[in-house]
Antibody, heavy 119, light 111 residues
């Protein structure tokens, strides 16, 4: 079974930093592009960032460039999202998501990590 | 405001067929980028139900079908069941934004 398990969520003050991690299992992690998608309370889905299977290319939503950094460690089957200068509007559930081969569809989702930015 | 436009809500009686729409523009759906659909039950992670416009992942009933035309896409659900209640999101790629984009979601109510 393909599984993604996020960790590292929590409460952080405005302006603070947080790093989310995602542990992958049940598939060949190093052969798939990976993503982060977030969902603010009561709102819809928002794509955050993507990284190619080698980690050689990264992509970000325009509104997040410069504050968020995606990375991966294929030797540990782990995806990360470093978030800095956090704002109240970054409060959301952050999902670790796997690309479906050959498409930009997201076929495996983690359970989500809750990030709350508040003083 | 989402790049892809979906109606906020749609409803239907058990057994009926409903259609959910997703409207984009020339930078996304109209440019030929594939559309994917997700079902989200409250409190759960989204689930992929249609990819590449009209393909169903293994395990998704054939009551779910997708289509697209021009700058729009549609998800049809036949033989509505109470378990189909939830939020449905469309997704595509936008060349002007260089990233994936989602619709705002449609809440499906089974009467």
């Amino acid at each position: 079974e393909m599984l993604l398990v996020e960790s590292g969520g929590g409460l952080v003050q405005p302006g603070g930093s947080l790093t989310l991690s995602c542990a992958a299992s049940g598939f060949s992690f190093a052969t798939f592009a990976m993503n982060w998608v977030r969902q603010s309370p009561g709102k819809g889905l928002e794509w955050v960032s993507s990284i190619t299977h080698t980690g050689g290319n990264t992509y970000y939503a325009d509104s997040l460039k410069g504050r968020f950094a995606i990375s991966r460690d294929n030797s540990r089957n782990t995806l990360s999202l470093r978030m800095s200068n956090l704002r109240a509007e970054d409060t959301a559930v952050y999902y670790c998501v796997k690309d479906l081969t050959g498409t930009r569809a997201f076929d495996v989702w983690g359970q989500g990590a809750v990030v709350t930015v508040s003083s | 405001q989402s790049v892809l436009t979906q109606p906020p809500s749609v409803s239907g009686a058990p057994g009926q067929r409903v259609t959910l729409s997703c409207t984009g523009n020339s930078s996304n759906i109209g440019a030929g980028y594939d559309v994917h659909w997700y079902q989200q039950i409250p409190g759960k992670a989204p689930k992929l139900i249609i990819h590449d416009n009209n393909k169903r992942p293994s395990g998704v009933p054939d009551r779910f079908s997708g289509s697209m035309s021009g700058t729009s896409a549609s998800l049809a659900i036949a033989g509505l069941e109470a378990a189909d209640e939830g939020d449905y999101y469309c997704q595509s790629f936008d060349s002007s934004l260089s990233g994936s984009v989602f619709g705002g979601g449609t809440k499906l109510t089974v009467l």
